[in-house]
Structures are given as structure tokens and as C-alpha cells.
């Protein structure tokens, strides 16, 4: 019961930290308004994103009203261009990771995985399709059920912050890396200076391994001596 308890406070005393950059996010500077998208409704992620992004110095746009399907737009004035973090996908699974004598599940791994893209008003991809995917382990006595329910909501809004914070410095560290790039090339006349895009993974699809580096070549072992001629008589 001490490891129960010592999670479920560690987990309150952060409860109340919110996620800060330690500079402005590095958007460009013409970028409009990011409106946060998730293909789950009801999103908590969202609502942590929206509020993450206002932190950082960006501008959030207001959510789409919902309409039912098939419902014509009220009025017709174009949409305003709006840059959009796109969650693609949310998923939480609990694994069990250890039993008692009884064969009983006793102890879990929460984990939650999200994929997510960012996108310009012009539709160019700032942010490739990218899968983010974080865990928490958390015991699970069978004969106290309730307990484990509280601790487990608290690590699912704990699993939530970071994965929203994760998001957030992915996004950063690829736009100073392509504005690092951009003054590189400024400095040598000649150089492409185009932003680096990495090419979309299929929605669901887990990123590619690197590929190993070929071992070197064997080299081999001392060469036997050569037979020693036999004189014919």
C-alpha cells in the first residue's frame, strides 16, 4: 500500500504544474491563428493543447461549432486560414505486468499513445505525421478496486500534460531546426534553404527502425604456411 500512496501524492503536488517553454514557441511569423483538431471528441488532450499554446505566445482559434452530418453551412463566408495541429489518433490500453499466486492481475502499464501532425495555412506541413507514446505503471490489488480507479485517473491526467508538453517541444524543435537551417544557408549564398519535411507516415503506422550500420569487413587470420616442396628422387 506504500507504493500506491506515494504515486497518487507524487502525482497531486504536480497536478497544479502547467507546461512552459523556456522561450516563445518558434512559429514563423506569419503564421495565423493554430486551431486544435482531435478525431476524439470530447478531446481533455485538446483543451491541454489550446491552453499549452496560448502559453507559448501563439494564437488559438476558436473550435468548429458541431453540425450534424450532411448540415449546410450557415452562412458563406470563407472560412479565415488557420494553421491546425491535427490529432490524428488517441489510445490508451492497460497491460498487466505482474500476477499474484492466485494468477491475479496486481500490477499495470497505462499507456497512451497519440499521433499528430501540424500544418500551415496553405496546407505544407510543418510538423510530419509523428507518433508519440508514454506509460506509467500503477499496482492493482484485485480486493481494493476503488483505489486503483482514483490512482489511475490521476496518472491518466498526468499522462495527458506530458503527452500535450511533448507535442509542444516536437513542434518547437522542428521549427528551430529548420530556422537554424535557413540562416545557415543565408550565409552561404547558393545553399537551398528550404525547410526540411520529412515524408508522412500512414495514420497508425509506427516510425521505421534505423537502419544498422553494416559491420566491417572480417579480416582474416594469419595465412597458413605454404607446404614445403618434396624433392622427387
Request: charged share 20%.
Amino acid at each position: 500500500m506504500i507504493r500506491p500512496a506515494l504515486s497518487v501524492l507524487f502525482v497531486v503536488a504536480l497536478a497544479g504544474c502547467g507546461f512552459h517553454l523556456r522561450d516563445r514557441l518558434a512559429l514563423p511569423e506569419d503564421t495565423p491563428p493554430v486551431q486544435v483538431v482531435s478525431t476524439t471528441p470530447y478531446s481533455e488532450l485538446v483543451t491541454i493543447l489550446e491552453r499549452n499554446l496560448r502559453n507559448a505566445g501563439a494564437t488559438v482559434a476558436p473550435r468548429e461549432p458541431a453540425r450534424p452530418a450532411g448540415a449546410v453551412p450557415a452562412s458563406t463566408t470563407p472560412a479565415p486560414k488557420m494553421a491546425r495541429l491535427d490529432v490524428l489518433s488517441e489510445r490508451w490500453g492497460d497491460l498487466p505486468i505482474a500476477i499474484d499466486e492466485q494468477g491475479r492481475a496486481q500490477e499495470f502499464s497505462l499507456r497512451y499513445a497519440t499521433i499528430f501532425t501540424f500544418r500551415l495555412a496553405d496546407g505544407t506541413v510543418l510538423v510530419p505525421q509523428q507518433v508519440v507514446e508514454l506509460s506509467r505503471d500503477y499496482v492493482s490489488p484485485p480486493e481494493d478496486a476503488t483505489g486503483t480507479s482514483t490512482e489511475r485517473e490521476i496518472l491518466a491526467d498526468e499522462l495527458r500534460r506530458e503527452m500535450a508538453a511533448s507535442i509542444m517541444r516536437r513542434i518547437d524543435s522542428v521549427v528551430r531546426a529548420n530556422l537554424a537551417r535557413e540562416a545557415a544557408a543565408a550565409a552561404e549564398p547558393g545553399a537551398d534553404a528550404s525547410p526540411v519535411v520529412e515524408p508522412a507516415s500512414a495514420p497508425g503506422a509506427s516510425p521505421a527502425m534505423p537502419s544498422l550500420p553494416e559491420a566491417p569487413p572480417v579480416e582474416d587470420a594469419e595465412p597458413a604456411p605454404a607446404a614445403a616442396p618434396t624433392s622427387t628422387p
